[in-house]
């Protein structure tokens, strides 16, 4: 009986196994910012006990989506496996500054792998895409779009972000977002309207004269059109004075 009663203490409980499972859920990525935000409204003004697929598909989005809302509310702690609504969605029924203090808890629980690791406050939106590729083992577009949802959710809950990850969350939805080094955008160039204005941009020099102008693009053509212009000109002031 005792070597019975050590095996039962040994062993871990539902609830923990659970607990171990939520916790090791990757961020969401296929939820758009826009079907959480009519999943707080609805429930505000629904006050139902249970989130369901049928609720997600006559409240929040249609059919074929609303897995992929069900599966960021359990990552975020908001209903549990058999999608009964926890205290933390409870606590987002209201509105103004409470509803931004709630949102901000439930972020903070949620993301707390990511926000002891990066600080949004200061990070670039590089350096949030690479952790949750990383971290999760997401490819790049799985990790752009998890990090546009942590961001909006974020955002709404009032914290700190970065000049550049503020940016992303005021971008238009869907819109693409440019990763790319410091030293790529300082060498892109205006784009091009015309011809012409490709071979001014590309030319090294202008040649001028009396009879017209030649555009060159390296030194050899440089002393090449000089010595062309001084012949022509040579050419034509002989023709004139033989007249």
């Not at 070597?3 to 871990?12: A, H, M």
């Not at 792998?113 to 083992?137: D, E, H």
């Amino acid at each position: 009986m005792a070597e019975e009663t050590t095996i039962k203490e040994q062993s871990p409980t539902v609830e923990a196994v659970r607990e171990e499972i939520v916790a090791e859920r990757i961020p969401p990525h296929t939820c758009l910012p826009i079907w959480i935000d009519r999943l707080f409204d609805a429930v505000r003004d629904l006050n139902t006990p249970q989130i369901t697929k049928e609720f997600v598909g006559a409240n929040v989005v249609g059919s074929g989506h609303q897995s992929k809302v069900l599966v960021a509310l359990r990552f975020l702690g908001l209903i549990d496996e058999d999608g009964n609504v926890t205290s933390r969605l409870r606590a987002l029924r209201v509105v103004g500054p409470e509803f931004t203090t709630n949102l901000a808890i439930v972020v903070q629980q949620a993301y707390s792998g990511l926000l002891g690791i990066v600080v949004v406050k200061s990070a670039s939106f590089n350096s949030l895409v690479n952790f949750l590729m990383q971290r999760y083992s997401m490819n790049r577009v799985q990790a752009i779009s998890a990090g546009r949802f942590f961001l909006h959710l974020a955002s709404r809950a009032g914290m700190e972000l970065s000049e550049e990850l503020s940016r992303v969350v005021t971008s238009k939805a869907g819109q693409p977002v440019r990763l790319e080094s410091k030293e790529k955008s300082t060498l892109r160039k205006a784009p091009i309207s015309s011809d012409n204005s490709r071979h001014q941009e590309s030319a090294l020099a202008t040649v001028s004269s009396r009879f017209g102008e030649i555009r060159v693009v390296d030194r050899p053509s440089l002393e090449l059109a000089r010595k062309l212009l001084e012949i022509i000109e040579n050419k034509l002031s002989q023709d004139h004075n033989e007249r």
